[in-house]
């Protein structure tokens, strides 16, 4: 079975750590998503796994069981759709899909069936003939997975492949990547910063930070249970309410667990409302610093009001280092 | 590794025909390989050395030849950019058509060998063309290639017309790289063509102008082909450059030694060139 | 118009040189050449003795054109065939490497050719390479190799990046992704890049005088130059004339045909180099 697991891998260049330590495994079949802002670190392990660059500091990536971290790029077995891409821009589709397999030596009727196969998987059949630079956005997308799909890899790398769509076409598109994508064979590694993607697209995502990882789980337990107050502002939208910190300890409250009280809570003003179609965003100004409630947007909310929240929703962190602080009363 | 393989080939001719020569001639400017050595190479210490030193040939030469360089490059800059303005055309407007791209470059593709042969008849006195107009002006026909005050002028007026595309195209290049906003914006300012061709294209175009001036000079310093056959050097030695002095003792007199002495010091007053331009790209990224 | 002007300056020379060469030469010696000079003025006495005269001269005139288009082809596929390759690892090096060898090809490129005709010569005489018009060919490469080289490497800087790693993954190898990949995309660099090479070995003077003197192997500029310099007194600037006409011809069409890809790829390189 192709598990892919990564074992302390790390990369240095010239000074700067691009990735330290980093431990994951992404089961067969399973779609993992690499989370976190730019300059995390998450295009560099995509590099490393697929053999374009090599982890000078030591680390051992493996496939199915078999150390493939000396393996040059070709040889790996790993497929790649690349953020802008790739494609040859003076091969025709079908051109673009042979190229690999010619190179590989496999005979024409071979190459013709396969080709044909994943045209017709990826509806490109009509397109045979086009060039990159007269097909739309969206199919040059589809065309870069087929590509990667007929490898039939061991492992599928993906590297923000949505980023040059625009809004609407990735959300149209998202069940679709999944369907072709996960629950296949091949582990799939897959790269954004988007996490609305990342959550609809992904079994389990991490989250990547300045090279290291925070945090490994389901979408549900990165979001009720962060492990350090970066993976808690991070997910979530509207972000996490942070109030200033008191005695090495800050509290976060997510702007979707507050909601006005009759008594108790903090005393807030309200600043600014933001109308988002069936909720809104409204701005606090409290004794604590700025707050943003989300609030079903029927509900009437006063200038001068005082907000509150249920205990179980706080969130602890530790002021200096970010660790969420468990059970706390 | 593979990229060194690759690299390879290129590196070792360049290094045998670029390199080696160099060494050769320091080794030969050591050494008496003559007619009278039988052409077998004598070492002479510095002797070739110590005759360059007072050989007043050679120093008239450096300078005709410096002479040259520097008017020639002058004029080429100051034509070449107004060349480079001709073609890119009037803000907003059209830049210059094909057709006329290529009859601009016409002077700077023939061999130069080709027009040189061609100038002679020009300056021909009192045939040629130049000469024609004249008398037909009723003026007196000029001998422009005999008189050692014209000549070296006539030499620079032909490598001018032969090198001046090429500096207006690497100041077109310089040209279409900057971003016409600025241009429109000194306009709303209300500044002049002039203006705008003092304050901003000039600057922006310093990088442009030292290149070609680099360029243009290093290659004028070295100027040969021009000059043995459009004058031979003459009349009397006046428009004689130092590579054709070179020339003169490696394949007339075959003093071989001598030669290739002459040779290292031109090279030597190549650097010149290569240095003013490091020193002014100094100052120009100090004053930035 | 300041273009018309222009246009004069650039063309005037070999458009009298045309008018030259078409003229008997005893018309040309014989007084000014204007509207109203012997021998029929402008629209008399046009002749084309000069042209047969250079065409049956022993060797032919075209004899040398063939010379330089033969030294010219074979300078420019060896050239190319070891600048590709360079410019390619060239690329793949990184920092100081890369930029140090970049300089010292530039500073090659600025080297004035007329130098090096000494050490150059005495590699002929030794290795035999005289009289011999391929072996022109390797000084030739050698001289156009650094702008070459410069050139190339500017225009593979100018491809996107991940079309290479896309490549890597698919299993090709460094030469199947200099073939496949980059060779077709890297195509119209390489013909400004050759035209220009090609310019610059039919203009080439000091070398092929020296390596060649055999008349009928000289190439067109040699030859010129003897032209010139055989007959002292007695000057026939008919057959000069026309000489230089049918010299410029090759290269007139040349330069017709490929302008865009010339002036692209002096700009393109000077921007990016």
Known sequence: MSVLELRQLGRRVGGRTLLADLNLRVEAGECLALLGPSGCGKTTTLRLVAGLELPEQGGRILLGGRDITEEPAGRRRVAMVFQSYALYPHLNVTGNLALGLRVRGVPPQERERRIDAVLELLQLAELRERRPAQLSGGQRQRLALARALLRQPALMLLDEPMSNLDAQLREELRPELRRLLCGGEAPVLYVTHDQQEAIGLADRLAVLEAGRLQQVGTARELYEKPHNRFVATFLGRPALNLLPPRDGRQLGLRPEHLRPVAEGGLAARLQRREWWGSQQLLWLESEQGDLRMLLPAAHACPDALRVGWERHHELWFDAATGERLQGLA | MTAWLLMLPALTLLAVVFLAPLARYAWLSAHATSVLTALEPVANGGANWLRLAQDGRFWQDAGQTLRFAAVSVGLELLLGLALALLLRGPRGGRAAGGGLRTAVLLPWALPATVMALGWRWIYNEPHGPLNSLLIAAGLPPYPFLSTPASTWFAVVVADVWRSTPFVALLLLAGLQAIPPELEEALVLEGADRWQILRRLLLPLLSPWIGLAALFRLAQALGVFDLIQVLTGGGPAGSTESLALYAYLNAMRFLDFGYGATVLLATFLLLLLPGLLWLMWQRRAGSAA | ?273
Not at chain 3, 68 to 89: D, K
Not at chain 3, 169 to 195: D, H, K, M, N, Y
């Open chain 3, 1 to 273: 118009m300041i273009r018309a002007v222009a246009l004069l300056w650039s063309l005037g020379p070999l458009l009298w040189q045309l008018y030259t060469s078409l003229r008997p030469a005893d018309a040309l010696v014989s007084g000014p050449q204007g509207l109203g000079s012997p021998g029929g003025g402008i629209f008399g006495g046009w002749t084309l003795q000069n042209y047969s005269q250079l065409l049956a001269a022993d060797p032919p005139f075209w004899r040398y054109l063939l010379n330089s288009a033969v030294v010219g082809v074979a300078g420019t596929a060896l050239t190319l065939l070891l600048a590709i390759p360079c410019a390619y690892g060239l690329q793949q090096q990184r920092g100081a490497l890369r930029w140090g060898t970049l300089a010292l090809l530039l500073a090659a490129s600025l080297f004035p050719t007329a130098l090096l005709f000494l050490a150059l010569l005495e590699w002929a005489r030794q290795l035999g390479l005289g009289n011999h018009l391929l072996a022109l060919a390797l000084p030739y490469a050698a001289l156009s190799l650094p702008l070459a080289i410069l050139l190339l490497r500017a225009a593979l800087a100018d491809l996107p990046p991940e079309l290479e790693d896309a490549a890597r993954l698919e299993g090709l190898g460094p030469l199947q992704r200099l073939r496949f990949v980059l060779l077709p995309l890297l195509a119209p660099a390489i013909a400004s890049t050759a035209i220009l090479v090609f310019l610059f070995s039919w203009s080439e003077y000091p070398i092929a005088l020296t390596w060649i003197s055999r008349e009928s192997l000289l190439t067109l500029s040699a030859a010129i130059a003897r032209i010139g310099a055989s007959s002292v007194f007695t000057i026939p600037y008919g057959a000069f004339a026309a000489a230089t006409v049918l010299g410029s011809l090759p290269l007139v069409l040349l330069l017709l045909l490929f302008q865009r890809a010339i002036v692209s790829g002096l700009t393109q390189g000077a921007v990016k180099g």
